[in-house]
């Protein structure tokens, strides 16, 4: 999961300038989750939120990707999902058998914050801003959540031996992405972007590409050293309350009951026609990767659809993907498959903004003559 995003010239969560409030969607979500609302700028950010106290910013994310475009629910899930990365790291490597070095997440979250950083400054030198990391404590908060858990990820999920450069790289890409490919969405000619691929995926896809000799951490660590109840009870928690999360705040439980269903079909699929044992094709569900991949990275709200038939579509796609690459021995099928499915949604955003034409403002209609 990923965000932080900033609006163009026509919107900017900039809590000093004032946020941006936007009006409701008057004609509902289209199926790539983009609004028809417009912006309406008003006064300074108003009440925080959490034991923070972040206040709800306003973000093109958070506008576009979220139900109501609630801020507050973006937050949430922010906070859920890097407390539970963190958990489960600091878990992983003193109880469960994590067999990557501690050193690994440590430099993973540090080369994310730091490249958040580096990147909000950048961005505010080019515009002449003050960096918003400088204002307050709970707006640095806010700008490191979304790269806290990239920088986590990657670093659970990449096993590079003791190599820490991998890890770097996975996650400095991962960060850099969001600035360097974005798409255009909501209203025609409102100028607002997004990022277009899951950083941890895009992060992770890259360095699985360019250091062929590094692979996914291997299945088994992940519970390694548990045992009994606790054994089939720690994925099960993990997983069920990912999924609250995205029943009851990020609107994404369509997008991941579409993925699991059709991961299971496409499994019987190749079953069938190459004839293998059906639970074969099923046994990747088992691993703490899938799960990590179901929660994080397919439903991530910043980069997928915020209709149902949007949600349902993307996570069959990813599915269908993932089935033909695997067919053709691919290796880490799973990420690879994401980053094809988002790049395809993403031609078609770009062509979709190519061709459709602003919408004209409102005018109030005239006044009819006396007499008439």
Same mark, same amino acid.
């Given at each position: ?42 006064? *300074?950010?108003g ?20 139900? /109501? ?15 539970l990365?963190?958990?489960w ?8 058998? !994590?067999? /990557?070095?501690?050193?690994? *997440? ?9 490249t ?9 030198a080019?515009?002449?801003?003050? $960096? ?12 490191l ?13 990449? @096993? ?38 899951n ?7 890259f360095?699985?590409? !360019? ?8 299945? @088994? ?31 994404r ?18 079953? !069938? ?27 991530? $709200?910043?980069?997928? *659809? ?20 695997f ?30 034409? $602003? ?14």
């Amino acid at each position: 999961m990923s965000e932080g995003q900033t609006m163009s010239a026509t919107a900017t969560d900039d809590p000093r300038a004032g946020h941006q409030e936007m009006a409701p969607h008057p004609h509902g979500l289209g199926p790539l989750g983009q609004g028809a609302g417009t912006p309406a700028t008003h006064g *300074p950010q108003g009440t925080g939120i959490g034991p923070q106290g972040i206040g709800p910013q306003e973000t093109v994310t958070a506008r576009y990707f979220y139900p /109501q475009g609630d801020p507050r629910r973006r937050l949430f899930a922010l906070f859920y999902f890097a407390s539970l990365l963190t958990l489960w790291n600091i878990l992983g490597h003193t109880l469960l058998g !994590f067999e /990557q070095s501690i050193a690994q *997440p440590l430099v993973g979250v540090g080369t994310a914050c730091a490249t958040q950083l580096l990147l909000e400054w950048l961005r505010t030198a080019a515009q002449g801003q003050r $960096p918003r990391f400088l204002d307050s404590r709970e707006a640095l908060i806010g700008l490191l959540l979304p790269a806290w858990i990239p920088g986590l990820a990657v670093a659970m999920l990449l @096993y590079p031996n003791e190599g820490l450069v991998p890890v770097a790289f996975a996650a400095a890409l991962s960060i850099a992405s969001k600035g360097l490919v974005r798409v255009p969405v909501g209203p025609p000619g409102g100028g607002a972007t997004q990022h277009l691929f899951n950083p941890s995926n895009f992060g992770i896809t890259f360095t699985l590409a !360019f250091f062929p000799w590094i692979g996914l951490a291997p299945p @088994y660590h992940f519970t390694e050293h548990v045992t009994g109840l606790w054994y089939w009870g720690l994925p099960f928690i993990i997983l069920a309350t990912g999924i609250v999360v995205h029943a009851l705040f990020t609107g994404r439980l369509a997008l991941c009951l579409a993925w699991i269903c059709g991961f299971v079909l496409q499994g019987q699929i190749r079953a !069938f026609l190459f004839d293998i044992p059906p639970v074969l094709p099923l046994l990747p569900m088992t691993s703490a990767a899938f799960m990590v991949f179901t929660l994080y990275m397919i439903p991530d $709200p910043a980069t997928t *659809p915020l209709s149902q038939r949007g949600q349902i579509a993307f996570g069959l796609a990813v599915a269908a993907v993932y089935g033909v690459y695997f067919s053709l021995h691919l290796a880490f099928g799973l990420f690879f498959s994401l980053f094809t499915v988002c790049l395809l949604r993403g031609l078609y955003l770009w062509w979709q903004a190519a061709w459709r034409t $602003p919408e004209a403002p409102a005018t109030p209609a005239a006044e009819e003559a006396p007499g008439g």
